[in-house]
RNA sequence: CGGGAUGUAGCGCAGUCUGGUUUAGCGCGCCUCGUUCGGGACGAGGAGGUCGGGGGUUCAAAUCCCCCCAUCCCGACCA
């Protein structure tokens, strides 16, 4: 391909738009380009990467033995009702009607279509396992879309699902997803942790996340460097990181703290370290108000508590509730003498410690030397709380660290959670009628090639890796009197591989250097000074800065052999 | 949804507070000519703007007032 016609620009300035490293490179080598917001155009060169990242996902999955199929980004609103989920899923659904009126949303997701699509094929034990995917555009109208097409409105995702018999089918397709999915992730350069995850409204039990590491991340991940551990924030348990305090009980004693409402405030009043003081929050939940009591320095981990408490829905109680119903004084909220009003969800880590300072349900009051057990009784005691750095893994004891990454896979277990609603079941071998068991995988294709110049990057600009660059190489031809052989070059390598891109602009070989390593070109095939003078082609790593010489005879097998090795 | 900010040429910005010589500027980019030509060259000339949209105040509005729209950032209840 010759750049002089190529649809490409590049800016040496950052949009003022973005934040995050990738999505500024990727605007400035021209890649992307914003519509509106949550929703990007991929030019020429930006969409070749995404292609490269369509074409490994595909190939993986068909290994994986996944059949390819594509459903439609309209979907007719009664299946949606039929699942629930257009009650459920909330204004991330956009939805619209067509002209007779008849409702339709644009697909987050295709688990009622596929459901109602196996519901009719798959009918008989004999057909099972199937796994399909489909590599497709989702919308969801995300409260705030960020980072470019990192979290974009509209994006590409190759969503797989697999129906089964029973667990040990199940077991198997979902271990040799991960599998090809380890195989995606590493072929497109990312560096990735399988992390143990909770499934959110898609539905499920077992569920693991792929999360490629990087500041820019959403999602906070713990691991454990000495024996591998790790899980997504959301689901990680530790050993606290104080034991059992050793201390006598002292007596319980009531002080005044005026005004002193935060548990920051609470820990610079007293000089006590966070750790020493109690923090109360009341929910409401369908069981009636709960209160619930955490060490200081930790925070609530609302999925955990939800489950402890076996509660749908729970949310924090609005502060006239708890003066009104419950005749308690925000910020002054507390455990004691308390147990006639509501019951209490009480982390495990208080339960090891003594002498706490608890709110004494008093305006401007606080109770100091609060003991477990001996000052209020606990209804419920477990781990509702979030991991945080310096807890000590759960596995091996070792020190656990709190990473960020970005999600760019998931697996799901779904259960029976659609089939048994959408009436997707089979006949097993006995003539009894069950229902399908599901999976469902999915990978965030348009959000690859972020992760990867997240991953993949330095002062000049971006570093693709060889498997996925929207052209593997450059020839640069730096002055007047090598541009004819640059063009003979270019004529010759093209019938060898349409990978090689041809600058043939009339500008000066400074900007043809620096636009190709803002793009990230792999290889620069430089022709100019070293070859007026030697006769020798420079081929120049993009990666390393590596320089090799090649006469004209040998630069074709020279070539080849780098564009596939790198 | 709450809070903060921004909207002026393709991109990055100044001008707005204090309305009037501003024909609305500057840098990058773009076009022409010449000199350059191995890491974002230089000179000369040039094209490009309904100042986000609508309404209002005024002799006069990019500038003041009202409404709308768009975009970005932070937060979404940790008492």
């Known amino acids: 391909m010759r750049l002089s016609h190529y649809l490409f620009f590049t800016s040496k300035q950052v949009p003022a738009e973005a934040e995050l490293i990738s999505h500024q490179l990727m605007l400035r080598a021209g890649l992307i380009k914003q519509v509106a917001s949550g929703l990007y155009s991929f030019l020429p060169l930006g969409y070749r990467i995404l292609d490269k ?5 595909r190939e993986e999955m068909d290994k994986a033995g996944a059949q390819q199929l594509l459903l439609p980004f309209v979907q007719p609103a009664d299946l949606w009702k039929k699942s629930g989920r257009w009650d459920e899923y909330g204004e991330e659904l956009l939805r619209f009607q067509d002209r007779k009126g008849s409702w339709f949303v644009l697909s987050p997701t295709h688990e009622e279509l596929i459901t ?61 997803m991960r599998s090809a999915y380890e195989r995606v992730f590493s072929r497109c350069g990312l560096d990735c942790k399988v992390v143990e995850a909770e499934s959110g409204p898609i539905g499920g039990d077992i569920s693991h996340e792929f999360i490629a590491l990087s500041p820019a991340g959403e999602d906070k991940v713990v691991e454990c460097n000495s024996c591998g551990y790790s899980a997504k924030l959301e689901r990680a348990t530790s050993i606290p990181s104080q034991q059992v305090d050793k201390e006598d009980e002292k007596q319980l004693e009531e002080i005044e703290t005026p005004g002193v409402k935060s548990i920051e405030s609470l820990s610079s009043f007293l000089a006590l370290p966070m750790r020493k003081l109690l923090k109360t929050i009341i929910y409401q939940t369908e069981k009636g108000y709960v209160g619930v009591v955490l060490r200081g320095d930790y925070d609530i981990n609302e999925e955990k508590l939800k489950k402890l408490l076996k509660a749908k829905e729970i949310h924090l109680a609005s502060e006239e509730e708890v003066r009104e119903e419950l005749g308690m004084e925000v910020g002054f909220v507390g455990p004691v003498e308390a147990n006639n009003k509501l019951l209490f969800v009480v982390d495990e880590t208080v339960m090891q410690g003594k002498n706490f300072v608890a709110g004494a349900n008093k305006k401007d009051t606080h109770f100091v030397n609060v003991n477990p057990g001996r000052d209020f009784s606990p209804y419920l005691v477990g781990d509702i709380r979030f991991v945080s750095e310096g807890d000590k893994c759960p596995l091996c004891g070792s020190l656990l660290q709190v990473k960020r990454g970005l999600e760019v896979g998931h697996l799901f277990n779904l259960g029976y959670r659609y089939s048994s609603k959408l009436g997707a079941s089979f006949l097993d071998k006995m003539g009894n009628k069950r229902p399908i068991l599901m999976g469902c995988y999915g990978i965030g294709v348009s959000r690859i090639p972020a992760a990867i110049v997240e991953q993949n990057h330095d002062d000049e600009g971006i570093i693709w890796p060889m498997e996925v660059a929207p052209f593997k190489a450059v020839i640069i031809p730096t002055s007047n009197e090598t541009f004819n052989f640059s063009q003979q070059l270019y004529l010759k390598l093209r019938d060898v591989s349409e990978e090689i891109l041809w600058d043939d602009r009339d500008i000066s070989a400074g900007v043809k250097f620096k636009d190709s390593d803002l793009i990230g070109i792999p290889l620069k095939i430089i022709v100019g000074n070293t070859f007026l003078k030697e006769g020798k082609i420079e081929i ?27």
């Open 53 to 57: 990242v369509v074409s490994i996902v």
């Open 116 to 176: 109602d699509l196996a519901a009719e094929i798959l009918t008989s034990y004999k057909k099972l396992p199937v796994t399909v995917y489909q590599i497709q555009i989702k919308f969801r109208d995300e409260i705030r879309p960020r980072g470019g097409v990192i979290r974009a409105r509209e994006f590409l995702m190759k969503d797989a699902y697999s129906f089964c018999e029973d667990e040990e089918q199940m077991k198997d397709i979902y271990e040799r």
């Open 540 to 566: 120049k790593k993009r990666k390393d800065g590596q320089l090799i010489k090649v006469s004209k005879e040998k630069i074709v097998g020279k070539l080849m052999e780098l564009m596939q090795y790198g």
